[in-house]
């Protein structure tokens, strides 16, 4: 059996967060010092995220071959949960080699999956004395796995928006559009970031046409990647022409201060921006 650290995955971070504010509560109703969510890979299990309270048991990146796992033996179960007085007692668990290693006794875990009933891992406690487990302690963790069983719908989805999160339209050869529209957190910044730079190296881009018409300042928040994104596209000798200005925009303190320090060329729509570069479009 392999056991190593792993810590590659870089989606379901509304998981690998909600679950960490979860684990206190649930070691504390289970009386236990160890709660962890593990995540199913081809050939392995990961520990996604874990708590432990007094003496770590499993740190996250934990990665152990499926076979090998209480995992397997949870997920593969008819009732989609193992529940373990004392793990080196057990006929099964007993001759696993992780039972050697972890030198751990009583033992709890459900079946985590999405919503649509798809296996995403397993939602576990564990502590290195013996622990008689009820029913009703069965049923709270699983009541805890279905709140996380939504939250990874969540992570799904947003990951699946990703997709459309950098709209890039060319209009010819070396021109080339990007819309923005709704709110722009932290990880949508750095993916407009990356795929706008990239995109221009790419396809040898003269000039980018930003439009802002869609965009949602939320909470007065006015967000930098624009201005980061102009002065970047600047640097690698890029002409950026900004349109859509809305009167939200014009009037926040913040986008005006941003945005004149780019010296960028705002004009009022594409129309606009392509005659400004030496574009005309044409009615047949």
Partial sequence: MVSNYNLDSSNFESLRTVSRE?????????????????????????????????EEIIPEGYSVEYDG???????????????????????????????????VKGFLGVTL????G?????????????????????????SMADILSHIIELDQT??????????????????????IQG?????????????VLRYSAEHQIDHFIIDVSGLVILDDFFPCVIADLVKALQVMGIETILTGISPEIAR??????????????????LESALEYIGFYLLEK
């Fill in 22 to 54: 979860m684990f206190e509560a649930i070691t504390k109703q289970l009386d236990v010092n160890t709660a962890y969510v593990t995540k199913k890979g081809e050939t392995e299990m990961t520990v996604f995220s874990s708590y432990n309270e007094d």
């Fill in 69 to 103: 796992t209480y995992c397997r033996l949870i997920i593969e179960n008819e009732k989609n949960a193992l529940n373990k007085l004392d793990l080196t007692k057990d006929e099964v668990t007993r001759r696993l080699e992780v039972t050697d290693q972890l030198h």
């Fill in 113 to 116: 999956r999405d919503l649509n």
């Fill in 118 to 142: 798809k296996v995403f891992g397993t939602l576990c406690v564990i502590d290195k004395a013996e622990k008689e487990f009820s029913e009703k302690d069965v049923e709270y963790l699983e």
């Fill in 158 to 179: 947003k990951y699946n928006m990703a997709f459309l999160n950098v709209p890039i339209i060319p209009i010819t050869k070396g021109i080339s559009t990007l819309t």
């Fill in 183 to 195: 709110v722009i957190d932290q990880y949508r910044s750095e993916k407009i970031m990356r795929v």
């Fill in 252 to 269: 926040h303190e913040d986008s005006n201060k941003q945005l004149l320090s780019t010296n960028i060329k705002t004009v009022p729509n």
